[in-house]
């Protein structure tokens, strides 16, 4: 389980989170909702080690990692799917899976990849950055997928894919959940988010305006955070 306690971060001087106190419970999907600026990368980047806190506590499982680099964070079953494609662009879709697996198992990651999006199996020797947007978002998520990571925060995964593609993504993330994995789940699509989350948290101007599941939250609360009122 990850907790966050009173968690304020932001980038110099600016706060941008502002004592953030939120759960994802082992195996759970949890999504963050809000208004663009919000602070839902920034919470992402913190709970990952990208950003130092400037107060406040993360905890993974009981133990404190606040402030822990990324890569004790990787080493701790965390993986974080950032904004944008994060794959190496120049590397081969095979090369890309075999810098994500752990002890350089290549057939081993080649497998699970394929296992989470079958369609990666005829672009193995294909350079990553020549595929399709939707191509390469697939990839980054089987790259997370290799990795069987116990935490995956997912940042904006599905962002300007077409529907279709949208859907094979969602698909993915619940069979990632039934696997085990907790999500931490920031996303555009409002409803799609609520529809495979347990919990929601809406992040209004960096603190928490509303924590609890799905179905109790009201879209006036919603509407009222993305416009700002
Ligand atoms: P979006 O949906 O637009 O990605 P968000 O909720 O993820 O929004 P953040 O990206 O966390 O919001 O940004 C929160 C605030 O922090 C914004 O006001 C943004 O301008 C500011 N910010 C983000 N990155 C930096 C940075 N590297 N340096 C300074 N300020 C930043």
Redesign the pocket.
Known sequence: MLVLDKLSAG?GS?Q?LREVTMAVPAGSVVALL?A???????LLRTVSGLIKPMSGRVTLDGEDITGRAPHQLVARGLCHVP?GRGVFPALTVADNLLVQSPDGQTAEATELAIEAFPRLGQRLTQVAGTMSGGEQQMLALARAYVQSPSLVLLDEVSMGLAPKIVDEIFEFLERLALRGASLLL?EQYVTRALAVCDYVYL?NKGSVAFAGEPAELDAEEVFASYTGA
């Open positions: 980038y600016t941008v809000g663009n600026g919000a602070g839902k990368t920034t904004e920031v992040l």
